[in-house]
């Protein structure tokens, strides 16, 4: 069965925590934390797919299973504390699209305890992450400064841009494993998002079940989603609630220029059973 989810309707969904009580009955992982539930996940099955990443626009096709994108995370973590020097408490500006990297850096802030700020004003942020859309809006930021050129296979700037770190250059050389400084539990702010103040990590992780089980999600679910990160509805459909179900996430960029027949093919080809996407796709 495919379940379509508009997104007017993903904000009902939201709403409607109580919704689809029992499809996450076979759920194993208790959690309380994002970092948490991705370890979970780890452990129980490393090699089942987590993402696949879409870039409409470019014919980029990324598959990360959770043990690659936990690789990703734990490297991303190691550059956030050690080579950035962030603090638990921090706030991170991320000034990224809807793209697998960026799911990466939520993971990384959860997973340091660094409050992440998807859109968010980065001169009112401790460091701030960019896309190359946004490098001139970046520099308003008073800290430390990270560039991502978002090419395909996780690609490098041909020139690294003036005041920022290359991300691409910089996390390869990092450890392949991450301990915190300071344990992060779920009282730790954790997520800042526009109109609703900040989330703790248990918050997300709660708010991330209940989409989870208003969108009908169970393990081994397929969820295609084309809805930016700048929102809850977004950030629940293309990471979070697929990660609390144990399912997985087709994410798609720019999926407009996508046509329909196209998107029709995909949903077959990637075996998808839920989608969420915006008004008139």
């Avoid at 910089?170 to 109109?195: C, H, I, N, S, T």
């Amino acid at each position: 069965m495919n379940h379509d989810l508009t997104t007017r309707q993903a904000r009902r969904a939201t709403a409607r925590p109580g919704s689809g009580a029992g499809s996450l009955a076979a759920v194993t992982s208790s959690a309380p934390t994002p970092a948490g539930l991705l370890a979970d996940a780890v452990r129980s099955d490393p090699g089942r797919p987590l993402i696949t990443f879409y870039d409409d626009a470019t014919g980029e096709r990324v598959e990360l299973s959770v043990a690659t994108f936990a690789n990703w995370v734990a490297k991303t973590s190691n550059l956030l504390q050690d080579d950035l020097g962030a603090q638990p408490g921090d706030r991170v500006a991320l000034l990224l699209p809807a793209h697998w990297q960026t799911a990466v850096w939520l993971l990384a802030a959860f997973s340091t305890g660094v409050v992440a700020v998807p859109g968010g004003d980065p001169a009112r942020a401790d460091l701030v992450v960019s896309g190359p859309d946004t490098l001139e809006e970046a520099l308003a930021c008073r800290g430390e400064r990270v560039a991502l050129a978002l090419r395909p296979l996780g690609g490098r700037f041909p020139q690294p841009p003036r005041g920022f770190a290359d991300y691409a250059v910089d996390v390869p050389g990092q450890g392949d494993r991450f301990v915190p400084y300071e344990p992060v539990g779920p009282q730790a702010p954790a997520l800042e998002l526009p109109g609703e103040g900040v989330l703790t990590a248990g918050e997300v992780v709660t708010r991330a079940r209940s989409q989870a089980e208003a969108l009908g999600l169970e393990p081994g679910s397929r969820l295609l989603s084309g809805l930016p990160y700048g929102s809850w509805d977004g950030l629940a459909a293309g990471l979070l609630a697929p990660l609390a179900a144990g399912a997985s996430v087709v994410l798609c960029r720019h999926l407009d220029r996508l046509p329909a027949e196209g998107l029709a093919r995909r949903k077959e080809e990637e075996r998808v059973t839920h989608t969420a996407v915006p008004e008139g796709i």
